[in-house]
């Protein structure tokens, strides 16, 4: 008999709807625990390791390229499955991260972003659609890991979606929208979220009696 699911899988026909629900998705949960605070923020401060690092205005690239690397994820994933595990991990990691955003609502200073040129209009446009809150844990750092972990098992992304996903998270912290803390609780965040996806699309399979599971 065929496999039963417990979550319905994301083909590649799905996907364009799914990715457009799940964005709507991430907006209400970001914007709405960022704009609605329970009680007021704590308002975090650089640590050592981010103060070595440095602010480097030129990586908000690095940062906003993980608006591509997700959606290479879901589009290049090896299959359907994988594909499925990668959209369910995000939208876990995303409400997982709303509850902490809830809970322990944190913040950080915006930086002073360059005044002219092209990396000044990327600056604009990221606070124009991002808040200075949520900070704590980087949902930035989690969804990439995620996308990492969907992207690598892809021929000739073994070692660049990695790569490309540590860009990112170091990205963080010269970007200043987060501070050392907030990228290991994303980094913790992360594992959770897959390892539950995982759970919630695995399927058992039913043998009829002339063919038991034995064989």
């Given at each position: 008999?065929?496999?039963?699911?417990?979550?319905?899988?994301?083909?590649?026909?799905?996907?364009?709807?799914?990715?457009?629900?799940?964005?709507?998705?991430?907006?209400?949960?970001?914007?709405?625990?960022?704009?609605?605070?329970?009680?007021?923020?704590?308002?975090?401060?650089?640590?050592?390791?981010?103060?070595?690092?440095?602010?480097?205005?030129?990586?908000?690239?690095?940062?906003?390229?993980?608006?591509?690397?997700?959606?290479?994820?879901?589009?290049?994933?090896?299959?359907?499955?994988?594909?499925?595990?990668?959209?369910?991990?995000?939208?876990?990691?995303?409400?997982?991260?709303?509850?902490?955003?809830?809970?322990?609502?944190?913040?950080?200073?915006r930086p002073e972003p360059p005044r002219?040129?092209?990396?000044?209009?990327?600056?604009?446009?990221?606070?124009?659609?991002?808040?200075?809150?949520?900070?704590f844990p980087s949902l930035h750092v989690?969804?990439?890991?995620?996308?990492?972990?969907?992207?690598?098992?892809?021929?000739?992304?073994?070692?660049?979606?990695?790569?490309?996903?540590?860009?990112?998270?170091?990205?963080?912290?010269?970007?200043?929208?987060?501070?050392?803390?907030?990228?290991?609780?994303?980094?913790?965040?992360?594992?959770?979220?897959?390892?539950?996806?995982?759970?919630?699309?695995?399927?058992?399979?039913?043998?009829?009696?002339?063919?038991?599971?034995?064989?």
């Open positions: 008999m065929s496999p039963q699911r417990r979550l319905p899988t994301i083909g590649a026909a799905q996907l364009p709807l799914a990715m457009a629900l799940g964005y709507l998705a991430f907006l209400a949960v970001y914007l709405g625990c960022g704009n609605f605070l329970l009680h007021a923020p704590q308002r975090l401060a650089l640590g050592p390791l981010d103060l070595w690092f440095g602010y480097l205005p030129w990586t908000i690239w690095v940062y906003l390229s993980q608006v591509p690397l997700l959606i290479l994820a879901l589009v290049l994933a090896p299959d359907d499955t994988a594909r499925s595990r990668a959209f369910y991990a995000m939208l876990l990691a995303t409400g997982l991260a709303g509850v902490v955003f809830l809970a322990w609502p944190t913040e950080l200073p002219d040129g092209i990396t000044a209009a990327a600056w604009r446009a990221l606070f124009l659609v991002d808040v200075p809150r949520n900070c989690a969804l990439a890991l995620i996308s990492a972990a969907t992207l690598r098992r892809r021929t000739g992304w073994r070692s660049v979606a990695p790569l490309w996903a540590l860009a990112i998270a170091w990205s963080t912290l010269t970007t200043r929208q987060h501070i050392a803390l907030d990228l290991a609780g994303g980094l913790l965040l992360a594992p959770p979220a897959w390892l539950i996806a995982g759970k919630l699309l695995h399927h058992e399979r039913a043998y009829p009696a002339a063919h038991p599971a034995s064989r």
